[in-house]
């Protein structure tokens, strides 16, 4: 039996190694992919652990900046809502004001419409009577000082209504759109005496209308370009056909110039 087993041991011991050499070389190979491995395996979890903490990095300063962009938000909706409250403010404000001045525009306009009524009415008594005096030679004196008066009377309310226009129109410039819509329907039955601005120097100005047609001292005009308003004429000097006047109230932007249209009564 011993014999056996040494005759069997001493051809394996010429091949073993030579097998062992191979199974070590396999297994040292192993050992250096299983370390390369690991240590890819350390490699790859520690790239994941960087890219991880940067994301997590990065997340923080995202939160940080949606905060902070929050807050701005917060901020400017908190400004917003106080300028609409202070905007609000302002518009109730002007609402009333414009209240006040659209009242004060109807007691003007029926204060005017009070005057040009009367001065109708005297207009019309004037007419009448100079008709009757066409056939009434025997009452011609008394006629006529009846003319006088009325004329007086009408003088001064032409004046009256000279001065009911002038504040009309300051108030009126203040809101142009009731303006536009008062004088749109405003009405006069007082002739008008038309000429035209012959020259412009500084605050005066000429035009070719005088005593003749009817122009005193002291007397206010109105200039016109086109259908469009530009200043007041106080007729300061008047010869038979022509008067020079001091210009006033003129509308903003706009210069009286030679040409433009002259009235003795507002449009």
């Known amino acids: 039996m011993l014999g056996v087993c040494v005759s ?24 250096e992919l299983a370390e390369t491995a690991a240590e890819h395996a350390d490699l790859a979890q520690a ?4 890219q991880i903490n940067s994301l997590a990095t990065e997340l923080s300063g995202v939160r940080s900046d949606l905060a902070t962009e929050r807050q701005a938000h917060a901020d ?22 414009v209240g006040n001045l659209a009242a004060g525009l109807e007691q003007v306009e029926q204060g005017r419409a009070i005057v040009t009524e009367q001065l109708n009415m005297a207009l019309e008594l004037i007419k009448r009577l100079q008709d009757e005096l066409t056939g009434t030679g025997n009452d ?44 749109s329907t405003a009405t006069t039955a007082v002739a008008q005496i038309t000429g035209t601005v012959t ?44 008067s020079t006047g001091q210009i006033f109230d003129a509308r903003e932007g706009a210069t009286p110039k030679a040409g433009d249209k002259v009235t003795t009564s507002l449009r």
């Open 199 to 242: 020259a412009v120097r500084n605050d005066m100005a000429s035009v070719n209308i005088g005593s003749v047609k009817g122009i005193e001292k002291g007397m206010t005009l109105y200039l016109y370009r086109g259908e469009h308003f530009i200043a007041h004429l106080r007729i300061i000097d008047v010869d038979d056909a022509e």
């Open 140 to 183: 011609l004196a008394a006629a006529e000082a009846e003319i006088d008066r009325l004329n007086a009377t009408v003088r001064l309310l032409k004046e009256r209504l000279t001065q009911l226009q002038e504040v009309y129109d300051q108030l009126a410039s203040r809101a142009p759109a009731e303006d536009e819509q008062a004088e």
């Open 47 to 50: 790239a994941r652990d960087n």
């Open 8 to 31: 069997v041991v001493v051809p394996r011991s010429v091949v073993t190694p030579e097998n062992y050499r191979q199974l070590y070389l396999e297994e040292k190979a192993r050992r």
């Open 76 to 97: 400017d909706n908190r400004r917003n809502r106080t300028e609409l409250a202070e905007k609000d403010e302002i518009v109730k404000t002007l609402t009333a004001k």
